[in-house]
């Protein structure tokens, strides 16, 4: 038989059996239908049978039934745990390193230290406060000259003008039981003061501890030589009478005036142009909550003369009483309040003449300081003519006084000062 011969299909003689048939010349092309039980049994068998594979050269890759080989080259499904373990692993592995890559290319966020820093204090407004009435003024009141008055207090001179705007008043008998004022400026300057009258070498001694100008109308004998003698600013009416004016409303001696404005004209003049001194020590206000001190009386010399204070807890001031009537000062019509109250106790003489008083405010002695509704009892000292006055309780320490008026009067014995709370 030729062996090109191909029997055709259904020829007699020859079975139609096609399973001898070579795969690659079985030209069958009927499709046969299969249930899903014979696909997979099918698909089962085909894992099973032997791989053949080769290169378009003819190299066999795989052969033969190499399980092991097989099963790493193709994937099983479904997954098993291993494969479920791995897969995790996998993704594990994808996402740390994505995060890590995505964190090398990106902003790293940024760290906020909070520090801690300590408040500075905010400072305090600086306040300058006036050497003679310890109150806040602006700078340049200090730079005044202080200037003292001499004003008259008999039955005819009230009610005065100026007193209660003067920063610092010494009260003290002039003559006949009759006292008389020493009223200090720098802080305020009212055109209106008096009346005016002559002055004594005790007010001098306190004019000159404040390093003041002093205006008055002529003086003892003493005075006037003093004045020369311990170089006193003298002001003196008599040598200046266009400093000075007389009203028509009193009658003479009682009716000569000024302003302060005008003195310190006259006190540049003559080259007063600052005063150079130690005011009180000052201390801020304290009122006690229980007064021990509300009404006070210093008996002077007579009726006519006797002062009497009440405390004035709602603006810790003292009312001031004047022969049994309130003491008004003509410019204000408001009554003399005084924030500190002083009696100094100290030696009472008359001069040779008999007449005109003296008084020695140099030394030391009692003192009584009334202020905040409370009295301290101690000693005043003062130790030359141009020195100032220093306070100290019975323990010895120095006393500070309210900012404002200070009140301060010569009494010739602590008999004279009386209080009751």
């Excluded at 029997?7 to 009927?30: F, L, R």
């Excluded at 099918?42 to 890759?61: F, Y």
């Excluded at 807890?313 to 049994?324: D, K």
Aim: proline share 7%; aromatic share 10%; no cysteine.
């Amino acid at each position: 038989m030729d062996p090109d011969f191909e029997p055709k299909a259904g020829s007699a003689g020859h079975s139609q059996d096609n399973s001898e048939i070579p795969a690659a010349q079985n030209t069958t092309t009927k499709k046969t239908f299969r249930t899903p039980n014979e696909v997979a049994a099918a698909d089962d068998l085909q894992r099973q049978a032997p791989i053949v594979n080769s290169d378009p050269d003819g190299d066999v890759l795989v052969s033969g039934s190499d399980e092991s080989l097989a099963s790493k080259l193709k994937p099983t499904w479904p997954p098993g745990v291993k494969e479920y373990i791995g897969i995790f692993i996998l993704i594990a592995l994808l996402v740390g390193g994505g995060l890590f890559m995505s964190g090398r290319h990106t902003t790293k966020p940024t760290t906020v230290t909070v520090v801690k820093v300590k408040a500075k204090p905010v400072p305090k407004p600086l306040i300058t406060y006036s050497t003679l009435s310890g109150l806040p003024v602006d700078p340049s009141v200090n730079q005044r000259p202080v200037t003292g008055v001499m004003i008259e207090n008999s039955t005819f001179a009230r009610p005065q003008s100026g007193l209660s705007q003067a920063s610092v008043v010494f009260e003290a008998i002039a003559e006949g039981g009759i006292t008389r004022f020493l009223a200090l400026y720098q802080d305020t300057t009212p055109d209106n003061v008096g009346p005016i009258r002559s002055v004594r070498p005790y007010y001098e001694q306190w004019a000159l501890g404040f390093d003041a100008g002093l205006a008055h109308v002529g003086g003892s004998p003493e005075a006037l030589a003093d004045i020369k003698s311990w170089n006193v600013r003298d002001l003196d009416q008599f040598y200046n009478s266009g400093s000075y004016h007389r009203i028509t409303s009193r009658a003479a001696p009682h009716n000569v005036y000024t302003g302060i404005v005008t003195l310190n004209q006259l006190e540049a003049k003559k080259g007063y142009n600052s005063s150079n001194f130690t005011g009180f020590t000052r201390k801020d206000d304290q009122p006690s909550k229980k007064p021990t001190a509300t009404r006070i009386d210093f008996s002077i010399s007579g009726p006519e003369y006797s002062v009497h204070y009440d405390y004035a807890p709602s603006t810790n001031t003292y009312n001031r009483t004047l022969a049994g009537a309130a003491h008004i000062d003509a410019n204000t019509n408001a009554v003399i309040s005084p924030k500190v109250v002083i009696g100094l106790i100290m030696p009472y003489s008359l001069e040779a003449d008999g007449y005109h008083s003296d008084y020695n405010t140099i030394g030391t002695g009692q003192v009584y300081i009334f202020q905040d509704g409370l009295v301290s009892k101690g000693t005043w000292t003062k130790s030359s003519s141009t020195s100032q006055f220093v306070f100290k309780d019975e323990t010895g320490k120095e006393v500070g006084l309210n900012r404002g008026q200070t009140w301060l009067t010569a009494l010739s014995d602590n008999g004279k000062v009386t209080y009751a709370p």
